[in-house]
């Protein structure tokens, strides 16, 4: 009989590396997001939002200029952002469409446009009819767009540039 030795031992201790060091980056970003620690959740700002919450939604997308968001719920001051551009400010609106669903006591949507140190927020919880507003304060280019949800459910917008 010949003794055979198993060639997997390098891969077992690369395979245990791997997850000590995946364990260890996770571990640290959620030490990080708790703390608060360069996770920036402030809507006004002019910088990428990160949520550290949840969104029950049904459908994003963003396509030939028309940014669609349809979503059932989302934790307290969940914000989703699309980044758009101006083309002309003097004559060109913004134009959202959106209806919630439910609106429990209290709760808010809230429209932020955001371009550098011009931010601009607007309440949409209740719209009866779609909003135009111009886009005369900003300057021509990339605008982050904003939907602050604040308890509000069952949410279907359609928001454009035009």
């Known amino acids: 009989m010949i003794k055979q030795e198993t060639h997997h031992l390098k891969l077992i201790i690369a395979g245990i590396v791997s997850m000590a060091l995946m364990a260890a980056c996770l571990t640290g970003f959620i030490v990080s997001a708790a703390a608060g620690n360069g996770v920036n959740t402030d809507a006004s700002s002019s910088h990428r939002v990160w949520n550290l919450g949840a969104i029950s939604m049904n459908h994003s997308s963003y396509l030939d200029g028309v940014w669609k968001l349809d979503f059932r719920s989302a934790s307290e001051g969940f914000v989703k952002e699309q980044d758009m551009v101006i083309e002309d400010s003097g004559t060109q609106l913004l134009y959202a ?4 669903g439910t609106v429990p006591e209290g709760a808010t949507l809230v429209l932020w446009l955001v371009q550098g140190d011009v931010v601009k927020s607007i309440d949409v919880t209740g719209l009866s009819e779609p909003l135009a507003y111009p886009l005369d ?4 280019g990339k605008i982050h767009v904003r939907l602050q949800i604040n308890g509000v459910e069952n949410t279907v917008s359609e928001i454009s540039i035009q």
């Open 97 to 100: 469409d959106i209806s919630c």
């Open 137 to 140: 304060v900003f300057e021509n």
